[in-house]
T-cell receptor
Framework: AQSVTQLGSHVSVSEGALVLLRCNYS??????LFWYVQYPNQGLQLLLK??????LVKGINGFEAEFKKSETSFHLTKPSAHMSDAAEYFC?????????FGAGTTVTVRA | DAGVTQSPTHLIKTRGQQVTLRCSPK?????VSWYQQALGQGPQFIFQ???????QRGNFPDRFSGHQFPNYSSELNVNALLLGDSALYLC???????????????FGPGTRLTVL
């Protein structure tokens, strides 16, 4: 079964600094990969998805992710962090009909 | 255009009781999936319903059951509640795609279940 691993359970960045969240996947076939964000006491909101059309995927709120097959990675980045980016971020891979999620990375933004 | 809606928002039950959670999919979607998210963890897949039938099931006991109605809405039922069933239950809807695994799932706000 396909799976994802998120490296780093907590990331702290200064406002205006680069946000980098790491996700590595394990798959024997080309995967469909997703990043979701979860704000406190809310459901999951789709940030972006990779479906093999382009290796660099742009999402909402200024986030983007790059699919690197050679590194089996799908890291999420944002050039300049905003206070509103404080949330939990989940990487997920599609497994037949279900999504398999990583453990999540909590982002805190320092003023 | 309404997104995925879930009810109730919060629920408190005691051990041994039964609970029913409800989900209405995003307009135009025909598939509903349910996930359990324990505190501090990523969501875990419970099952998916399509055409009123369970299409795939995760590693959850038979105490967890579901139903999909002709209007595509869905219910999640949990019997004989345990303390460990306390979690956020998320519903996600999607439009079934001919190529398996390519549909995008959109999540509702969740139902917070507390079992005492």
């Amino acid at each position: 079964a396909q799976s994802v691993t998120q490296l780093g359970s907590h990331v702290s960045v200064s406002e205006g600094a680069l946000v980098l969240l790491r996700c590595n996947y394990s798959s024997s076939v080309p995967p469909y990969l997703f990043w979701y964000v979860q704000y406190p006491n809310q459901g999951l909101q789709l940030l972006l998805k990779y479906t093999s059309a382009a290796t660099l995927v742009k999402g909402i709120n200024g986030f983007e992710a790059e699919f690197k097959k050679s590194e089996t990675s799908f890291h999420l980045t944002k050039p300049s962090a905003h206070m509103s980016d404080a949330a939990e971020y989940f990487c997920a891979v599609s497994n037949d009909y279900k999504l398999s999620f990583g453990a999540g990375t909590t982002v805190t933004v320092r003023a | 255009d309404a997104g995925v809606t879930q009810s109730p928002t919060h629920l408190i039950k005691t051990r041994g009781q039964q609970v029913t959670l409800r989900c209405s999919p995003k307009s135009g979607h025909d598939t509903v999936s349910w996930y359990q998210q324990a505190l501090g963890q990523g969501p875990q897949f419970i099952f998916q319903y399509y055409e009123e039938e369970e299409r795939q099931r995760g590693n959850f006991p038979d105490r967890f059951s579901g139903h999909q109605f002709p209007n595509y809405s869905s219910e999640l039922n949990v019997n004989a509640l345990l303390l460990g069933d306390s979690a956020l239950y998320l519903c996600a809807s999607s439009l079934a795609n001919r190529e398996v695994g390519t549909d995008t799932q959109y999540f509702g706000p969740g139902t917070r279940l507390t079992v005492l």
